[in-house]
């Protein structure tokens, strides 16, 4: 089979980072500027094919390029965006993670009117995941080692990427961003 996403990859003028595991890349078909597409050197079609440590690394990485984008660029926002199958958009058979920069009003359409569920309905849905995580989920590791959810899974180079104390506060960030 042939990807036209894995045979793009091989352009390396517009990747920005690479690792043994993934490629992090500016997007030549971008929904905004500085519109950056991660996404895994192994060709996997959707997230739920990706084994829990590239999830993992990929949104992990995906922190640190929002904390780029929102500290270097003159925007007020940012969507991550991960598209599972033809009825949510995708178009390319490759898991990709897309990070997409926002300013008010750049009209790009990705907001929804909310609608009020009924009740029962919640109750329903809230019924059927608790039934389907009931049972403690095992995460893949890199070295193949499982582990339960006590043990969160480690980024494919064993970084552990967490909050540093004594950083700016978000809040005052995100006011600073508005226009």
Same mark, same amino acid.
């Given at each position: 089979?042939?990807?036209?996403?894995?045979?793009?990859?091989?352009?390396?003028?517009?990747?920005?980072?690479?690792?043994?595991?993934?490629?992090?890349?500016?997007?030549?078909?971008?929904?905004? =500027?500085?519109?950056?597409?991660?996404?895994?050197?192994?060709?996997? *079609?959707?997230?739920?094919?990706?084994?829990?440590?590239?999830?993992?690394?990929?949104?992990?990485?995906?922190?640190?390029?929002?904390?780029?984008?929102?500290?270097?660029?003159?925007?007020?926002?940012?969507?991550?965006?991960?598209?599972?199958?033809?009825?949510?958009?995708?178009?390319?058979?490759?898991?990709?993670?897309?990070?997409?920069?926002?300013?008010? $009003?750049?009209?790009?359409?990705?907001? %929804?009117?909310?609608?009020?569920?009924?009740? $029962?309905?919640? =109750?329903?849905?809230?019924?059927?995941?608790?039934?389907?995580?009931? $049972?403690? %989920?095992?995460?893949? #590791?890199? *070295?193949?080692?499982?582990?339960?959810?006590?043990?969160?899974?480690?980024?494919?180079?064993? *970084?552990?990427?967490? #909050?540093?104390?004594?950083?700016? $506060?978000?809040?005052?960030? #995100?006011?600073?961003?508005?226009?």
């Amino acid at each position: 089979m042939s990807c036209e996403l894995c045979n793009a990859i091989q352009n390396k003028n517009t990747i920005l980072f690479e690792d043994e595991d993934i490629y992090v890349f500016l997007a030549e078909k971008a929904a905004t =500027m500085a519109h950056i597409i991660i996404t895994t050197k192994e060709h996997f *079609e959707t997230i739920e094919q990706v084994p829990d440590y590239l999830v993992a690394w990929c949104f992990a990485i995906s922190s640190k390029f929002s904390k780029l984008i929102l500290e270097s660029l003159n925007v007020q926002g940012l969507n991550l965006l991960v598209e599972v199958g033809a009825g949510a958009g995708q178009v390319q058979p490759h898991f990709v993670l897309n990070l997409i920069p926002r300013v008010q $009003n750049d009209n790009l359409p990705l907001t %929804w009117q909310p609608t009020k569920v009924e009740q $029962n309905e919640l =109750m329903e849905h809230q019924a059927l995941y608790k039934k389907a995580t009931a $049972n403690r %989920w095992v995460f893949e #590791q890199k *070295e193949g080692v499982k582990t339960t959810t006590n043990s969160p899974a480690t980024p494919s180079n064993g *970084e552990v990427i967490k #909050q540093v104390d004594g950083e700016d $506060n978000y809040l005052i960030k #995100q006011l600073k961003r508005m226009p």
